[in-house]
């Protein structure tokens, strides 16, 4: 068990503690094609009952997506990203006493996005695809969210490999952070997300999460996101030798096991899919870790 740093966020209106207490981060897809719950909240009067829910049901970030990340997932264009989230960011902002995350890789997004709303800007691609982000949240002061991902979602999982994993994704978090920091992105408003899935073979989530620490000693706050993963159905099917849908029961104990590994090893941020089970898990495993 790695002994978690505690980091405090403040940012607009909010406050949140990261260390003593999990901070869980609600997904909600507004897209036709995620991997996990495609097409359940795509219309604009799911989404905002879903968001609504998750933050009722203890999330403490609801982190909203137009555009699908699942491996070979093609992009949509910056139109169709907008038209999918920012009505919805509009409405759930004015509802919610949570902040949102806008999960995107094009400033122009995260620029509505914000205006909309939104607190946090999560980039899968730490600003490599569109250099304009960090002088977006530069500009407006906000939280970012950088993680590692080899490859872009067309190409991610097309053979994956590592010389060595775990020293591969320090040196690009350094590389990113020196970057965001270069670009004027305060220290205290960063945080390093692994990449769980996202160029990464089954036995390098596994190690990743079992080898937190190398990603924590760097002295960011850090999010993982296991809920759902191929991975952990990959490891079910190898064992049952039947299919796993991404929303089963058993997929989802899975993803519970990975987040509790991922919060016992370090990791401040759990990004997950179900808030309502996820909450009293944390409860419990943050009493044992602060035991």
Known sequence: MSIVLPFTLEFDRFRLELGPQTCIMGILNATPDSFSDGGKFNTFETAVSQGIKLADDGAHILDIGGESTRPFATPVSEQEELDRIIPIIENLSKQIDVPISIDTVKSVVAKEALNAGAAIINDISAFEKDPAMADLAAQRDVPVVLMHMKGTPETMQVSPDYDDLMLEITNYFESRVAY???????????????????????????????????????????????????????????????????????????SLAAAAASILNGAHIIRVHDVEKVKPFTLIIDSIRNA
């Open 180 to 254: 965001a920091m270069k670009k004027g992105i305060q220290k205290k408003r960063i945080i390093l997300d692994p990449g769980i899935g996202f160029g990464k073979t089954v036995e390098h989530n596994l190690v990743l999460i079992n080898h937190l620490e190398k990603i924590t000693a760097l002295g960011f706050p850090v999010l993982m996101g296991p809920s759902r993963k191929s991975f952990i159905q990959n490891i079910l099917i190898k064992n049952n030798k039947t299919p796993v849908e991404p929303d089963n029961i058993k997929t989802e104990d899975g």
